[in-house]
């Protein structure tokens, strides 16, 4: 059965900064391994541009088995991008959605047989919202940021999550595993 999976690293004090955590190489495997079994990825505008950094690196590889891996799957699979500032994207394995996130969402359920991986806080949050997200994957980094974009600011209502398993990597990173209660 095709699961809706949130996935997204933060910070201790809860922030999304693509800066804020530790990229090392067990990071880089485990998305890669996530995306590789994904059968579609879906962003926000400003997440799409800063993933738009991975498209050099299938040109000009890093020689870093772990980052040019990870390039490659950010590569392949099929990019969903809501936008209402961009009219055009240079990926080719990305294309602007032409309805709302849970009618994307809905149509892709029925159309694939692998997960659908939300990779954007604007987006995680507003899935969560319509009840659309069947597993949470935070990636909580052993760092204090201070200031930033927290991930559950429009959260305005408790939600009751049910932990599903956990991941300890070598840089002191957890990755926390929820479903919805």
Request: aromatic share 6%.
């Amino acid at each position: 059965m095709t699961k809706v999976i949130a996935a997204i690293n933060m910070t201790l004090d809860g922030y999304c900064d693509h800066t804020g955590g530790i990229a090392d190489e067990a990071l880089h495997e485990h998305y890669s391994q996530l995306i590789r079994h994904g059968g579609a990825i879906l962003y926000g505008s400003v997440t799409y541009r800063l993933m738009q950094y991975w498209q050099d690196l299938i040109h000009k590889p890093t020689g870093n088995k772990s980052i040019d891996d990870f390039a490659l799957a950010i590569d392949n699979i099929p990019k969903i991008v809501f936008s209402k500032s961009l009219n055009t994207l240079d990926w080719d394995t990305a294309k602007l959605a032409s309805s709302s996130i849970k009618t994307e969402i809905s149509r892709l359920k029925k159309e694939m047989d692998r997960d659908i991986l939300i990779g954007s806080p604007s987006l995680i949050i507003q899935s969560m919202k319509l009840g659309l997200v069947d597993e949470l994957q935070l990636c909580v980094h052993p760092v204090i940021l201070g200031s930033g974009l927290p991930l559950f600011k429009d959260i305005t209502n408790r939600t009751l999550l049910k932990l599903l398993k956990t991941k300890t990597l070598p840089s002191g990173a957890i990755i926390l595993y929820y479903a919805p209660n």
